[in-house]
């Protein structure tokens, strides 16, 4: 158990729906960073949070949100979900607002059918 | 798009073998990580070598970073069969204003036969 917590583990869903994935960092940690992990990308950086900031943005779709809660953990939306999308979204969470080691959390698998 | 580049993208050994596994990437770091993710699960921080490091040690791990041609390998010795997974080396990128993020290879999937 890497202290990072991510819910679901596993989601199916069908195109157009909305999701929301949700993540505890580890104790002690303020930044969460979101992943997303396709056969065909590789893991693409989505969006950083520190302290309840917005600290750094990558390749985010319009149709996908986030937010860190004041209690730190974070929620991802996804919205207008296409085929595309099904992929793990990983959560992982830093002491500070520095990426450097990453402990990630065990992932959120989506199908979108 | 990907900062690093692992090769080979798959390596099959037998066990008690070595496993070398290469990264190459684009820009100045100060940093370069190494992962490690077994098959559907979250990635575990292996190694972290920093710029004006040459090498480092963890264990059965060595890894060697060479900033004049933008590489750095890792090395698994006397592999075991609980090492197949896949291995992902990791760089800082830095934005304007001074945002980070971690950017990740497509990995080297690791498979050590019994």
């Given at each position: 158990d890497s202290g990072v917590t991510q819910t679901p583990k596993h989601l199916i869903t069908a195109t157009g729906q909305r999701v929301t994935l949700r993540c505890s960092p580890r104790s002690g940690d303020l930044s969460v960073y979101w992943y997303q992990q396709s056969l065909d990308q590789g893991l693409q950086f989505l969006i950083q949070y520190y302290n309840g900031e917005e600290r750094a943005k990558g390749n985010?779709?319009?149709?996908f949100s986030a937010q860190q809660f004041p209690d730190l953990h974070s929620e991802l939306n996804l919205s207008?979900?296409?085929?595309?999308?099904?992929a793990l979204y990983f959560c992982a969470s830093s002491?500070?607002?520095?990426?450097?080691v990453l402990t990630f959390g065990a992932g959120s698998r989506l199908t979108v059918l | 798009s990907q900062q690093g580049e692992e090769d080979p993208q798959a390596l099959s050994i037998q066990e008690g073998e070595n496993a070398t596994m290469n990264c190459s990437y684009k820009t100045s770091i100060n940093n370069l990580q190494w992962y490690r993710q077994n098959s559907g699960r979250g990635l575990v921080h292996l190694i972290l070598i920093r710029s004006n490091e040459r090498e480092k040690h963890s264990g059965r791990l060595r890894v060697t970073l060479d900033t004049s041609k933008k590489s750095s390998s890792l090395l698994i010795t006397?592999?075991?069969?609980?090492?197949t997974a896949s291995y992902f080396c990791a760089t800082r990128q830095i934005f304007q204003g001074g945002s980070e993020k971690l950017v990740f290879g497509k990995g080297t999937k690791l498979t050590v036969n019994p």
């Open positions: 985010i779709l319009e149709r207008s979900l296409e085929l595309g999308d099904s002491l500070d607002s520095g990426a450097n | 006397a592999s075991r069969a609980a090492d």
